[in-house]
């Protein structure tokens, strides 16, 4: 049972545009989303992150949007930079455990 | 300061084989969390140990099991390997509370053929 879920596997974006990564989840009681960044043969690392009693949080050039109501959050990326070519997974929690999504891999076009 | 080492980073397998996957968190990260990761699935939780009791598990079966001991180092168990165990196996160690989320190893890519 997927309780976060990445819709889109893939995604390109030309350099200086503005990358959207979008991420569903179905479980209420999560109050805690995350975002990491994952290049080959490396762990993810930790990107952003946004509590539930916000609706959104930006860190430079990234900003996570979370819509309650809609269960949704989105990574935005202005402007992307081919540097930012990756995978990228969201998470969410409502306790100690991490549920995430099954990633997006961002191609940024110089 | 030291990252989280898994060790090793590649290994291949026989079926019906067993193998052992190890973790050294970052110094005075408590908990440590192991996922698979393949492609398709994005990452799959395994288990959670804190200060060596395992608190979360997720929906694996019996053949994987793990252990944590008391300098938070753990060690992650296959047994009677399928070729469909094949996967990244990361592991995260974070500080005691959740709003600190995860550092993660680089991953031990497990080949069972």
């Known amino acids: 049972d997927q309780q976060v879920k990445q819709n889109s596997p893939s995604l390109s974006v030309q350099e200086g545009r503005i990358s959207i990564l979008n991420c569903d989840y179905t479980?209420?009681?999560?109050?805690?989303f995350l975002w990491y960044k994952k290049y080959p043969a490396e762990g993810p690392t930790f990107l952003i992150s946004i509590s539930s009693i916000k609706d959104k949080n930006e860190d430079g050039r990234f900003t996570v949007f979370l819509n309650k109501s809609a269960k949704h959050l989105s990574l935005h990326i202005v402007p992307s930079q081919p540097g930012d070519s990756a995978v990228y997974f969201c998470a969410a929690t409502s306790g100690n455990q991490f549920y995430f999504g099954t990633g997006t891999s961002l191609t940024v076009i110089p | 300061k030291a990252g989280v080492t898994q060790t090793p980073r590649y290994l291949i397998k026989t079926r019906g084989q067993q193998v052992t996957l190890s973790c050294s968190p970052i110094s005075g990260h408590r908990s440590v969390s192991w996922y698979q990761q393949t492609p398709g699935q994005g990452l799959q939780f395994l288990f959670e140990y804190f200060s060596e009791t395992q608190r979360n598990k997720g929906n694996f079966p019996g053949r994987f099991s793990g252990r944590q001991f008391s300098n938070s180092r753990s060690e992650m168990n296959v047994s009677t390997l399928e070729l469909g165990d094949s996967a990244l196996y990361l592991c995260?160690?974070?500080?005691?509370?959740?709003?600190?989320?995860?550092?993660f190893g680089s991953g031990t890519r497990l080949t069972v053929v």
């Open positions: 479980n209420s009681m999560f109050d805690y």
């Open positions: 995260a160690s974070s500080l005691v509370g959740r709003y600190y989320g995860y550092t």
